[in-house]
């Protein structure tokens, strides 16, 4: 905002132009002229005022160029710190994104190690996992090899196939639960051992109660025999040892020793009908 000079009233852009001013003003009161001196105050109200010329335009200019050129230092300046923010701001997102991509490459190079790590640890696990499945493969074939398929019951007892295969699912079942860690053999042959005493003994004791029963069954079907035979009277007497003697023998190799008298009977008609078509 500009001013003016209260003695003369001229205008200029700020007080320094005015205060710049004053020093030349004409109209100042105690304003004196250029190469005034003591004493020469009479020659000079006595000189017409139209004939004094001070130039105060070179000082004054002076003083303007200097204040315009602090006005433009200041606009450089001003640009110069504009400069020196936008370039300190750039150098910030600079480093901002420096720092973003080292973050973003650390983060990769840290997801691609825990990938190496899983990767390792799954290989060590499938390892372990294979050893495992082999030992556990290695100890369950030891125990029913011996205890289940070479296992030899009491003379003319057979074991049915279908009992044999659940002793083995159940060994498996109980091997499977028991930790790697744990899994021993005397431990799996304990369960194997308490798992074919349970499956098999009921069949081996209801075969041996059978075979018990089969000679007194064996007697009585050749008795029905002898008395079928004297009843038909067609069989020679003379042959009469040999007919029985197989059937003795034939009747040893069906029965069951759980037979029935009925079905006793049925089996040994059988038979005779056998023994006397071929004579």
């Known amino acids: 905002m500009g001013t003016r000079c209260r003695f003369c009233g001229q205008g200029f852009k700020n007080k320094q132009a005015v205060r710049a001013h004053l020093r030349w003003c004409e109209a100042k009161p105690e304003q004196r002229t250029i190469g005034s001196e003591p004493g020469s105050e009479a020659r000079q109200s006595q000189t017409p005022r139209a004939e004094v010329r001070v130039d105060p335009v070179d000082p004054l200019w002076q003083e303007v160029r200097r204040e315009e050129a602090r006005l433009k230092l200041r606009e450089v300046q001003a640009a110069h710190k504009a400069l020196d923010e936008r370039e300190a701001e750039a150098e910030r997102k600079a480093r901002a994104r420096a720092d973003a991509l080292r973050q973003e490459a650390r983060a990769r190079r840290l997801a691609e190690e825990e990938a190496e790590e899983e990767a390792r640890e799954r290989a060590l696990l499938g390892e372990q996992a294979r050893k495992d499945a ?48 744990g899994l021993e053999y005397l431990r799996v042959l304990a369960a194997a051992r308490q798992i074919r005493e349970r499956l098999y003994g009921p069949e081996i004791r209801r075969q041996l109660e059978s075979r018990e029963r089969i000679g007194p069954l064996v007697q009585d079907g050749l008795a029905y025999a002898r008395g079928e035979i004297e009843a038909g009277g067609s069989l020679d007497r003379g042959r009469f040892p040999e007919v029985v003697s197989r059937l003795e023998a034939d009747l040893r190799k069906r029965l069951t020793g759980e037979e029935t008298e009925e079905q006793l009977e049925d089996l040994v008609d059988g038979l005779l009908e056998q023994e006397l078509g071929r004579i």
Request: charged content about 30%; overall charge neutral; cysteine-free.
């Open 134 to 181: 082999s030992r556990r493969k290695s100890v369950l074939w030891t125990v029913t090899t011996s205890e289940i398929e070479q296992y030899v019951p009491p003379s003319g007892v057979v074991i049915p196939r279908e009992i044999t295969e659940r002793a083995l699912a159940e060994i498996d079942r109980v091997a499977a639960r028991i930790p790697i860690d």
